[in-house]
């Protein structure tokens, strides 16, 4: 079964009330140990990791991506974008609980969980794809998740859709995969019958979930020598692995799609690069 087909199946499971939320959209809910369902919402679940989703609880366990990612995900594939994308592994017991999951404590990496985990219990969707949009401009909209089991909304703690995303931290993080969702759209746009090549799936996937085997295809390969890449980007991409994701989901765009920075273009044979740098 696929990534889409089984995060379907679990909001089947849950109310999803027919409504489209606003930033200024407001509800009640308020998750804590004293609620009666604490940590339900962590067992019989999907997640779709993010790229800043692996980046952070990578470096929150100690451990490179290559290793992450065996132990903690499941590649899966996207239906109606055939790209590939990962989800976290769950325990093998009764209820498939979050590896991440104690009874009493809760979520063992809570600073550092999953953008998901954090929208929980809003969903968030776009009605269509537009091109290069500003951010005002994009057509996104927010929708609630009723879990039956959850009893978060019973709490007297009120917030608007913009106060929740702000607590939760989750700006910072579609920030930083809004060049990852931009990929995924576009390819979504383009007629069925334009399939990536395997390659071109795989270099999809070192770059937005295997940051330091990226890491290393860029610094220790031709990579730099076959583009215009400023020295100053060059730098800020070796020392922040943020930057570096991002210049990879532009990469990528310029790839895939033949759109983006015009640093990516090839270097001339006549242009005054040394021959030995060639």
Not at 36 to 41: K, R, V
Not at 224 to 248: H, S
Request: with cysteine.
């Amino acid at each position: 079964m696929n990534a889409e087909n089984k995060i379907d199946e679990t909001q089947a499971q849950a109310e999803i009330p027919p409504e489209q939320l606003s930033l200024n959209s407001r509800f009640k809910f308020k998750c804590h140990k004293g609620v009666s369902c604490f940590t339900e919402c962590c067992r019989g679940i999907d997640i779709m990791l993010t790229p800043y989703d692996i980046l952070t609880m990578r470096k929150k366990l100690d451990m490179d991506s290559e290793k992450f990612l065996a132990i903690f995900t499941t590649p899966q594939l996207l239906e109606k974008t055939d790209m590939p994308v990962v989800t976290l592994k769950l325990l093998d017991d009764e209820r498939r609980s979050c590896p991440f999951v104690q009874d009493e404590e809760g979520c063992v990496i809570y600073e550092d969980r999953p953008t998901t985990c954090r929208y929980y219990p809003l969903g968030v969707g776009s009605l269509s794809y537009s091109g290069e949009q500003a951010d005002e401009d994009k057509d996104e909209f927010f929708f609630m998740i009723k879990e039956p089991h959850c009893k978060g909304f019973d709490e007297d703690a009120e917030w608007s859709v913009r106060e929740w995303r702000e607590d939760q931290g989750v700006d910072l993080r579609d920030e930083v995969n809004e060049g990852w969702l931009d990929l995924m759209v576009r390819k979504k746009s383009l007629p069925a019958s334009m399939q990536l090549s395997e390659q071109a799936k795989q270099m999809f996937f070192m770059v937005c979930y295997n940051i330091d085997k990226f890491k290393r295809f860029v610094f220790e390969s031709s990579f730099l020598t076959r583009y215009k890449i400023p020295e100053e980007r060059v730098a800020e991409i070796k020392a922040d692995d943020v930057k570096l994701l991002q210049f990879g989901f532009e990469w990528l765009k310029n790839t895939f799609f033949q759109t983006g920075e015009e640093m990516f273009d090839p270097k001339e044979k006549n242009d005054d690069t040394p021959a030995s740098e060639k």
